[in-house]
Nanobody, 122 residues
């Protein structure tokens, strides 16, 4: 089975930084789109960023544009989310997801999902 494992969450003060990692296994990594999503208590899951692995194309939600950076390490089959200038409203469970694609996909219909990593900003 495909596995996605997130790590790097934690608690940080407003203005601080965290880097999330999503390690992928058992998938043809280069033919996939990867996305980061987040869900805060009582709120719907929302997209944070997408990346098309083969084309290295990116997408960011307006709420994180200029503060978050999505990137990839092909050698490690890992996608990262660098989060800077964190705000209390960034507090949420963060999930990574994967789906096959042939160009950048910016929807939320992903096939595989990780278990999530908690980010708390105070």
């Amino acid at each position: 089975d495909v596995q996605l494992v997130e790590s790097g969450g934690g608690s940080v003060q407003a203005g601080g930084s965290l880097t999330l990692s999503c390690a992928a296994s058992r998938l043809a990594y280069a033919r996939y789109c990867m996305g980061w999503f987040r869900q805060a208590p009582g709120k719907e899951c929302e997209v944070v960023a997408h990346i098309y692995i083969r084309g290295d194309e990116l997408f960011y939600a307006d709420s994180v544009k200029g503060r978050f950076t999505i990137s990839q390490d092909n050698a490690k089959d890992t996608v990262y989310l660098q989060m800077d200038s964190l705000k209390p409203e960034d507090t949420a469970m963060y999930y990574c997801a994967a789906r096959r694609c042939t160009l950048l996909y910016v929807g939320n219909d992903y096939t595989y999902w990780g278990q999530g990593t908690q980010v708390t900003v105070s």
